[in-house]
């Protein structure tokens, strides 16, 4: 007889696990309880198998927030809750930092050959995208909604023609003495010499590509210095 109510309840427990209800489960043990008293005269024991799954059943909540918590470490501009904001760098110490960037726009033979004689009828290329991507770099907090506004004490945007690729190279250097660093700044100078190079000789080509915007190192700062492999 009580095998037969057990197989009867089994199915019925199984369901309101996978349902969640604990009030529902707990009555279904209760009832086997008492089964198994009439059949065997005693309560069964509080053995490992209840107190475990009782313990699971109350720490599995702070496991699944614990675990959020902790798969997201590092990420400064977001908040407790979730919520973008601007890191507070009151509290970091000032030191002198510098970052170097660089960025390739790839003309087509056609364009370069314009550029490299001077020939695009807006102008100097490279001159106007030079005093472009300086300009980048200092209206970088604009631009970045959580960049901080940097005190900038040196930029500098070179452009190259590399005949090889048919490209202009970029490379942008930023400096300051400051709590943060100046990446952005350095990448934003080389992104808006290379959007300049694309505006200055669009009318000649629309198939101009603006390719590899990346950091190439870095130095200062908590997290020290930094260098992209050759």
Not at 126 to 138: D, E, H, M, S, W
């Amino acid at each position: 007889m009580f095998l037969r109510r057990l197989a009867v309840a089994l199915p019925h427990s199984r369901s309101f696990l996978s349902g969640g209800n604990n009030h529902d489960l707990a009555s279904a043990i209760s009832e086997l309880n008492k089964e198994m008293e009439s059949v065997f005269g005693e309560p069964p024991p509080i053995g490992h198998a209840s107190s475990n799954s009782n313990q699971y059943m109350a720490q599995e909540p702070q496991f699944v927030s614990q675990k959020v918590v902790d798969s997201t470490p590092g990420l400064t501009h977001i908040s407790s809750t979730g919520e973008a904001q601007m890191v507070d760098v009151s509290r970091k110490e000032s030191s002198k930092r510098t970052a170097i960037a660089s960025c390739k726009v790839i003309l087509g033979k056609k364009v370069f050959d314009l550029v490299a004689a001077n020939q695009i009828a807006k102008g100097d290329v490279l001159t106007v995208a030079k005093i472009a991507g300086i300009g980048g770099a200092k209206k970088t907090s604009c631009l970045i909604p959580l960049c901080h506004n940097i005190y900038l004490t040196h930029v500098r945007v070179d452009l190259m023609l590399n005949a090889k690729h048919f490209s202009v190279d970029i490379e942008g250097e930023a400096a300051c003495t400051g709590k943060t660093g100046v990446e952005m700044e350095a990448m934003t100078a080389v992104t808006i010499a290379g959007l300049t190079v694309y505006d200055m000789c669009k009318a000649a080509s629309k198939d101009i590509q603006i390719t590899d915007v990346r950091l190439e190192c870095k130095t200062g700062g908590k997290s020290g210095d930094w260098s992209r492999e050759k």
